[in-house]
């Protein structure tokens, strides 16, 4: 999940009060994690078969086609990019509060963010399956710091209609009951960022609806627990500070009824200590949930790049793109130094608002996406929840309700947003509107110029037998490229090396063992050996000498010797064989046989340039019969 408990009960549960005026807001809560769960079951279940790193765009263009899947891509970059610039803000602004309140130094929220960013960048860096235990830890500690908070406000003294007020379906309509549920569905944003993961995990058909299911029933347990606990304990007198009637003039007191509240749970004494435990957990919860919006940023950008959209260098683990890569943390830096700079928090709450309401929008398509798709193909999955009929339904609660908050968003964002001191209210909602229309456009583009690219968007990966395609495409092709190419040049060793060694060892050897018996009688002193065929015109001609291990030890001069080179009853002086006669070397008596040289090939190479064996006529030093 990508929005933390703590960041929706310290900052989203008390501005839907705010700005709502509504009682009942755990039902609102109950609702809004309804629809939102309606819309994950959807998408969930279509994302089993179309599988791609680049979440709700790549479902919508199977369902509405790649122009529509493209704009949707342009407004969730926009929207993340909000969310991170709102969550910089926040960490600034938080993190300078609390060097002040510790240190008693005045650090400019402006170089906190900066350092935030900085932060976030590293954890980034690190691979998810290794950060995942950070960021588990994270949650865990935020889930402590809430339920004990939750608990004890609960615990106030209060009138027992003041605790079940909040639970009464009668309140739903007591203040502005669209408002509120704007604030309770943008404050689930984050499931979708499951879809971003696919390739991070083992069994994404598993996992991933998982932890879209888990995430979602916690939150909305979460939040519905803590709106009740901040809606009872602030009951009366105390409910009119957190929902006050003029909005305009309270703007930037969001989430300040909180410490009065902390004061009251654990005494004015310790509501220092706690109040910063609270907020040094908050400041720890928005580096994690920065840091998945950022991973899920990066990979939406290697989705379109894998599907040709953007260059090779926004893919994940492309070599090199560093300064690809640092495009998103420089821009959200300059965002949130120009909200911290205004000195008005209220823009802070207003840009994370605007940016839910357009992952919003993005649902919405996607569940409208979701529906046509199971209309049309009727496909049936024995390990999903519930017939393709049922899940067709979930996408259609899901379109009406995520629409329904994207539309009223847009025209009621003036009355959490006042036009004051020159702030356009309709801003964001035109910038939602022009991300929209910019993918839209550009897919045309691709569509006139490259249709083949326009074809592939959405469509990396479209069964579970192309899951090891990228693997093999982007990460197996080098290693084939550098490790498995000498691997082919070794094909000539394998091809000459083996024929000579069967040739001149293996072959003649049962025919000198056979042959060179030891012999008996007046010419036993140089056996005769028989002579090997010679090789065909055209091929090299090889030597034909007597093996060294039946050479006679002391040759007398006069004897007669048998065996080529030598004649037959030809004497050892007389003997004109080849190498011999006038060539012949001389043997003293009683010395021992030394085979006459050869002469060597113009390319041979020289003896102790290979091995310090002779090279044989084919260059291959292992050819030597001494």
């Known amino acids: 999940m990508s929005h933390a408990p703590l960041i929706v009960a310290w900052v989203a549960i008390p501005g839907a009060f705010q700005f709502g005026h509504l009682v009942a807001m755990p039902l609102v809560y109950v609702l809004g994690g309804i629809a939102l769960l309606c819309a994950a079951l959807a998408f969930t279940s279509m994302a089993r078969r179309v599988r791609h790193p680049g979440g709700l765009y790549a479902l919508v263009s199977h369902g509405l086609g790649p122009a529509a899947g493209l704009g949707v891509a342009c407004v969730v970059l926009i929207s993340y990019l909000g969310s991170l610039v709102s969550l910089y803000a926040v960490f600034g602004m938080v993190f300078s509060g609390l060097v002040f309140d510790i240190f008693d130094v005045d650090m400019p929220g402006e170089i906190a963010a900066v350092l935030g960013v900085a932060l976030v960048s590293l954890l980034s860096t690190i691979r998810l399956r290794r950060v995942i235990w950070l960021l588990g830890g994270l949650l865990v500690a935020q889930f402590v710091v809430l339920i004990w908070f939750d608990v004890r406000a609960l615990q106030l003294p209060m009138a027992s209609e003041d605790f079940t007020a909040p639970l009464h379906p009668g309140w739903l309509f007591s203040g502005s009951f669209g408002i509120a549920l704007c604030f309770a569905v943008t404050a689930f944003i984050g499931l979708d960022t499951s879809l971003n993961f696919v390739r991070d995990v083992r069994q994404p058909a598993r996992s991933v609806p998982r932890a879209a299911y888990v995430a979602g029933i916690l939150m909305t347990s979460a939040s519905a627990f803590s709106a009740w606990a901040v809606g009872a304990a602030t009951s009366g007198q105390a409910r009119a500070a957190v929902a006050p009637d003029d909005v305009a003039t309270t703007a930037g007191t969001t989430g300040q009824s909180l410490f009065t509240l902390v004061a009251r749970i654990v005494g004015p004494e310790s509501a220092a200590g706690v109040a910063r435990l609270i907020m040094f957990t908050l400041l720890l919860a928005t580096v994690g949930t920065a840091v998945v919006l950022h991973k899920a940023v990066n990979r939406q950008l290697s989705g ?47 840009l994370g608002l605007a940016s839910g309401l357009g992952i919003t929008g993005a649902l919405a398509l996607t569940s409208v996406s979701a529906l046509v798709w199971f209309l049309r193909s009727g496909v049936e999955d024995e390990a999903e929840l519930g017939s393709w009929e049922g899940r067709a339904v979930a996408g259609a609660v899901a379109a009406v309700v995520t629409g329904f908050v994207f539309v009223f968003g847009l025209l009621r964002l003036s009355s959490v947003f006042p036009p004051a001191g020159g702030r356009p209210s309709w801003l964001l909602g035109a910038l939602i509107g022009a991300a929209f229309s910019a993918g839209v456009i550009a897919a045309l583009m691709l569509k006139a110029g490259r249709p083949d690219v326009y074809a592939s968007i959405g469509r990396f990966r479209l069964d579970d037998d192309a899951d090891a395609a990228p693997q093999a495409q982007y990460d197996a092709a080098p290693q084939a490229q550098y490790d498995a190419a000498p691997q082919a040049q070794a094909a000539p060793q394998q091809q000459f090396a083996p024929t000579p060694q069967a040739q001149y060892d293996a072959a003649p050897q049962p025919q000198y063992d056979a042959a060179w018996e030891p012999r008996t009688g007046p010419d036993a002193a140089v056996p005769s050996a028989p002579s090997v065929p010679r090789s065909n015109v055209g091929e090299p001609t090889y030597p034909n000498y007597p093996s060294p291990n039946y050479a006679a030890p002391g040759a007398p001069a006069g004897g007669v010797a048998d065996g080529p080179g030598y004649g037959n009853g030809v004497s050892v002086q007389d003997a004109s064989g080849p190498g011999y006669g006038a060539n012949a070397p001389a043997y003293p008596v009683g010395a021992q046989y030394q085979p006459p040289t050869y002469p060597q090939p113009a390319d041979a190479s020289p003896s102790d340039e290979i091995s310090g064996q002779r090279p044989g006529p084919d260059n291959h030093s292992w050819w030597n019969r001494d």
């Open 304 to 350: 379109l790049s894998l599907d040709g959209v953007l260059p090779l260098s926004f893919r994940l683990g492309a070599p090199g793109a560093w300064h690809v890569r640092s495009v998103v943390p420089a821009l959200a830096a300059i965002g949130a130094v120009a909200v911290i700079a205004s000195e008005d928090r209220i823009y802070a709450l207003w």
